[in-house]
């Protein structure tokens, strides 16, 4: 079972464009939603992140737009630049355990 | 920056082989975990370790494995007879809080291959 979905599988952006990836999550208890960015032969790295008590988080270029009664949340990335070629991980988890439940990743190319 | 490393950073082994992946959290961190990724594939949970015993784990930690804090600081998977099926990049993590309070850091993981 899929705990959170995300897509699109891979997204190609201009330099200078938004690049936007979309979740969706099923189970309610989930309450913290971060995004991870990783390079090619590194680790995933914690790059923004929400819970559901807000609907919006901005961090420099980075945006989280959450909707709690659609159960989906997406990145929004401005001004987009080949720097931010990377995979993009959604993930949730809940308010009790430590298990993090990730997305299938998302591979964003920034063309110069 | 503090961070957590890794060794080995890649391993080949034979099918059937008892495999060690060693971690170093970062020293004031108090939950660890293991995660797994299989080439181009989402990132699972295998384990999350806290005060000295497994908190959690998924279906996919079976009996094949196990984890071990030995000296206070290392922190060890170890997978008893290795699949083929179980060749992943093996990332340890750790965190100051539960999943919810505590950022998670990664570390660069570990490539397993098993032939």
């Known amino acids: 079972q899929q705990q959170v979905k995300q897509s699109p599988q891979s997204l190609i952006v201009q330099k200078g464009g938004i690049s936007i990836i979309n979740c969706a999550y099923e189970?309610?208890?989930?309450?913290?939603f971060p995004w991870y960015q990783q390079f090619p032969g590194k680790g995933p790295a914690l790059l923004i992140a929400i819970r559901p008590d807000v609907s919006e988080k901005k961090e420099g270029r980075f945006t989280i737009s959450f909707n709690k009664s659609a159960k989906q949340f997406s990145l929004h990335i401005m001004d987009s630049q080949p720097g931010d070629s990377a995979t993009y991980f959604c993930a949730a988890s809940p308010n009790t355990g430590n298990q993090f439940y990730f997305g299938t990743g998302t591979s964003l190319t920034v063309i110069p | 920056e503090p961070e957590v490393t890794q060794t080995p950073s890649h391993q080949v082994t034979q099918m059937g082989q008892e495999v060690i992946l060693r971690c170093v959290p970062i020293?004031?961190?108090?939950?660890f975990y293991w995660y797994r990724q299989i080439l181009g594939q989402k990132v699972e949970f295998l384990v999350s370790?806290?005060?000295?015993?497994?908190?959690?784990k998924s279906e996919i930690f079976d009996d094949q494995f196990s984890v071990e804090r030995p000296d206070g600081s290392n922190f060890t998977l170890k997978i008893r007879s290795t699949k083929l099926e179980d060749s992943a990049m093996y990332f340890c993590?750790?965190?100051?809080?539960?999943?919810?309070?505590?950022?998670?850091?990664f570390g660069e993981g570990s490539r397993l291959t098993v032939l």
């Open positions: 020293s004031n961190h108090l939950y």
């Open positions: 370790f806290y005060n000295n015993e497994i908190s959690e």
């Open positions: 993590a750790s965190s100051n809080g539960q999943a919810d309070t505590g950022e998670l850091f």
């Open positions: 189970n309610t208890a989930f309450d913290y």
